[in-house]
């Protein structure tokens, strides 16, 4: 295990519904490839946090690597409702993955 998905762990563990923890987190399963822990990550930062932009994003994005298209499509789409007239950067990258090759 890595020294930043262990530290990323304890601090999840100290402070559960922190958005930058859980984020943090949920990066680090993901680049680290353990996918249901990084989606049930995702679940429990965007229930704490449902407006959280960068987190639909990336959260569409593993589910994409994972080969879970459609999954990683609804998720974009959730992100859109969420972050409509709130963060138009995020929101032009959720459509832009949005329309993205599949």
């Known amino acids: 295990m890595s020294d930043r998905l262990a530290a990323a762990r304890d601090y999840v563990a100290r402070k559960p519904t922190d958005r930058f923890g859980l984020y943090a987190l949920a990066m680090e399963l993901r680049k680290a490839g353990a996918h249901a822990e990084c989606f049930a990550t995702f679940d429990t930062l965007l229930e704490h946090h449902p407006r959280y932009g960068a987190a639909f994003y990336h959260y569409g994005m593993a589910k994409k690597e994972a080969g879970e ?3 990683a499509r609804a998720i ?3 992100g859109l409702d969420a972050t409509r007239g709130s963060d138009s950067k995020t929101y032009a990258e959720l459509e832009s993955a949005l ?3 599949f």
């Open 69 to 71: 298209l459609a999954a």
């Open 76 to 78: 974009w789409t959730r």
């Open 99 to 101: 329309e993205g090759d």
